[in-house]
């Protein structure tokens, strides 16, 4: 089988994206913005796809783990819904959770969308795009058309860091902000 992951590396001739505010708070407060902001909602990206954010996918978009283990969307809602969530019965990743309201800017306004080419991740489209900032700065989304749904939607999302962006993207890219057009 041929290698189909990025040959060459994405270098912007800009620096990155100003970022948008990060956000913290409680998780049932972050999940409540998130329903009002983002869940059901659509977003369309330069080539006009359209992709929407589920709420079952929120436990995964911030990395929420139940002691120790990993947190059941559908128990983790259910315990939102009766009134009975523990706050202090989970962990989640402060990074994913700060930067979640970020995902709808990378998919309306990326730098490049490609072809996912990394077997253990759900999604068959990478948004990516690079953000001014300290640390890890390309932001990446994960899409995948959800059967039961009948929607494109967001699997999962990341910073990562240049040289590893070519474990997640194959050759040709879909789409990229330089040239302006989505493939023929």
């Known amino acids: 089988m041929a290698d189909k992951s990025l040959k060459t590396p994405i270098t912007l001739s800009r620096p ?13 407060g972050l999940l409540e913005e998130y329903q009002k902001e983002l869940s059901e909602k659509e977003f369309i990206d330069p080539c006009g796809i359209k992709v929407t954010f589920l709420v079952q996918n929120f436990p995964k978009l ?13 128990k983790f809602l259910e315990s939102i819904r009766l009134g009975n969530f523990k706050e202090s019965d989970y962990t989640w990743d402060a990074w994913r959770a700060s930067s979640l309201f970020w995902i709808a800017d990378v998919i309306v306004n990326p730098d490049l969308i490609g072809h996912n ?6 999604g068959d ?59 023929g």
């Open 117 to 122: 080419c990394h077997n253990a991740i759900v």
């Open 62 to 74: 911030v990395q929420l783990e139940f002691k120790h283990g990993k947190a059941k969307a559908q």
């Open 16 to 28: 990155g994206s100003a970022c948008p505010p990060y956000r913290y708070g409680s998780i049932k």
């Open 125 to 183: 489209r990478v948004y990516v795009k690079q953000y001014s900032k300290h640390g890890p700065p390309y932001k990446i989304v994960f899409t995948w058309p959800d059967r039961e749904s009948k929607l494109r939607v967001v699997t999962t999302s990341f910073f990562t860091k240049e040289v590893r962006l070519k474990r997640f993207l194959s050759d040709p890219p879909i789409w990229e902000k330089r040239k302006g057009h989505p493939e």
